[in-house]
């Protein structure tokens, strides 16, 4: 199976600022990765797919960029309602699995 | 409108069996792969299974392989997940995601249930 590894697991930013979540997967994916957010009691809500492309209806703040292992999401200028959790998930090959999730909170 | 809800979960004994389903709406059900997500409270998510739009492709995880069943009825725009010899590390929410194409390869979860939540407990 493919791991999927985020860093960090957690984080405190500011709004404003400007935030790097990575995902490492343990092997090749070509380009089928999907970012997720979830908030507290609610379900995952997809961001970012292969792996540059904005879902529709997301801001324009997010984006995503890599191939094969490496791969980003950055929000370029934080807002309060991006505090939230943030998964990886790898459509490569299955089991479809998911990074273990960072959080990020408010410094 | 897209909708996707789940229903089913609830409390059952270890080595008891639950059937959840998915009824949606909003979107031609047969187009599109589906799949089931779970997460154990306060922890992260966990794939679990998924089913090509026609039916034909299933997968599952490991945790799960010959212990739970992916099926669909394009009929009835309903899927199913039927879970058997349930233990105690299968107590999560339960979500069911549908894909944006209707392979399995490369797919992404476009929209999601609410959840339902399973609790394997004697």
């Known amino acids: 199976d493919i791991q999927m590894t985020q860093s960090p697991s957690s984080l405190s930013a500011s709004v404003g600022d400007r935030v790097t979540i990575t995902c490492r997967a343990s092997?090749?994916?070509?380009?089928?990765l999907n970012w997720y957010q979830q908030k507290p009691g609610k379900a995952p809500k997809l961001l970012i797919y292969?792996?540059?492309s904005l879902q529709s209806g997301v801001p324009s703040r997010f984006s995503g960029s890599g191939s094969e292992t490496d791969f980003t999401l950055t929000i370029s200028s934080l807002q309060r309602e991006d505090f939230a959790t943030y998964y990886c998930?790898?459509?490569?090959?299955?089991?479809?699995?998911f990074g273990q999730g960072t959080k990020l909170e408010i410094k | 409108e897209v909708q996707l809800l789940e229903s089913g979960g609830g409390l059952v004994q270890p080595g008891g069996s639950l059937r959840l389903s998915c009824a949606a709406s909003?979107?031609?059900?047969?187009?599109?792969?589906m799949s089931w997500v779970r997460q154990t409270p306060g922890k992260g998510l966990e794939w679990v299974s998924v089913?090509?739009?026609?039916?034909?492709?299933?997968y599952y995880a490991d945790s799960v392989k010959g212990r739970f069943t992916i099926s669909r009825d394009n009929s009835k725009n309903t899927l199913y997940l039927q879970m058997k010899s349930l233990r105690a590390d299968d107590t999560a929410v339960y979500y069911c995601?549908?894909?944006?194409?209707?392979?399995?390869?490369?797919?992404?979860?476009?929209?999601w249930g609410q959840g339902t939540l399973v609790t394997v407990s004697s």
């Open positions: 998930q790898q459509s490569y090959t299955t089991p479809h699995t």
């Open positions: 995601a549908k894909g944006h194409r209707v392979v399995v390869a490369g797919t992404n979860l476009d929209y």
């Open positions: 909003g979107f031609t059900f047969s187009d599109y792969a």
């Open positions: 089913i090509s739009g026609g039916g034909g492709s299933t």
């Open positions: 292969a792996p540059s």
């Open positions: 092997q090749t994916i070509n380009i089928y």
